[in-house]
């Protein structure tokens, strides 16, 4: 079992940055691949981004990519995603997910514990 919380959302003006940090307690953490996903009001939660197991190979959604980065501390069991150039369009409730499985990253169905969110607003 593995528990995840993140922290680091809030209300940034467009062009601004943020760090959300997810940080991991229960199984080893170096055990999970990670990643962010976000849900934008009134629709379906989406891929953001994905880091594998020791942090050697990252994946991002074309709509991020150039302007998110994410990492992870695997000796402080913690996954990062910073966010940079931030957009309207970027309002959503992110959440932090880990996986035990192979497969896909940008596959919902390929993590098996998921964060309670956090919530990013960029205004205009």
């Known amino acids: 079992q593995v528990q995840l919380v993140e922290s680091g959302g809030g209300l940034v003006q467009a062009g601004g940055s943020l760090r959300l940090s997810c940080a991991a307690s229960?199984?080893?953490?170096?055990?999970?691949?990670m990643g962010w996903f976000r849900q934008a009001p009134g629709k379906e939660r989406e891929f953001v981004a994905a880091?594998?197991?020791?942090?050697?190979?990252?994946y991002y959604a074309d709509s991020v990519k150039g302007r998110f980065t994410i990492s992870r501390d695997n000796a402080k069991n913690t996954v990062y995603l910073q966010m940079n150039s931030l957009k309207p369009e970027d309002t959503a409730v992110y959440y932090c997910?880990?996986?035990?499985?192979?497969?896909?990253?940008?596959?919902?169905?390929?993590?098996?514990?998921w964060g309670q969110g956090t919530q990013v607003t960029v205004s205009s």
């Open positions: 997910a880990g996986g035990l499985s192979t497969g896909s990253y940008s596959d919902q169905r390929r993590y098996d514990y």
């Open positions: 229960g199984r080893p953490f170096s055990s999970y691949r």
């Open positions: 880091i594998s197991r020791a942090g050697g190979s990252t």
